[in-house]
């Protein structure tokens, strides 16, 4: 998450009043497909065990909250048109805020916005 940094203050704010996870889902740079330099070097997942290593790397970051890991059949990137990231809002199981896709469609302000208007 190309904002990690601004997230895990907002969540630090935030955390007495909302809850917050991560869904990991299929690697958006593997370094067997669309990579950069200098990135971890994660390959594309085959199977279930490849992405929950993937996922510990993550977890093992700065990460500040849950992680949870997406099914090798991509369930909650094609319910939530997640790839490569997007920040969502859900308010008892509905959606009040959708973020356009990451890195560069969405704000972390936008979010944290929300978060004080309707909390």
């Known amino acids: 998450m190309a904002n990690l940094a601004k997230f895990n203050d907002m969540v630090a704010e935030f955390a007495e009043r909302a809850d917050f ?3 990991y889902i299929a690697e958006a740079h593997a370094s067997d497909g669309w990579s950069f330099r200098n990135n971890i070097k994660i390959r594309k997942h085959q199977t279930l065990e490849d992405r929950l290593a993937a996922a510990k790397i993550l977890a093992n970051s700065s990460l ?17 048109g997640a790839w490569p990231e997007r920040l969502y809002i859900l308010l008892e199981g509905r959606v009040m805020y959708k973020s356009m ?18 909390l």
């Not at 500040?64 to 939530?80: E, F, G, I, Q, W």
């Not at 972390?108 to 208007?117: N, P, S």
């Open 21 to 23: 996870l991560t869904v």
């Open 64 to 80: 500040s909250r849950p992680l949870l890991v997406d099914t090798m059949d991509d369930v909650a990137n094609r319910k939530y």
């Open 101 to 118: 896709p990451g890195p560069h469609g969405y704000y972390v302000h936008q979010v944290r916005d929300w978060l004080e208007k309707y």
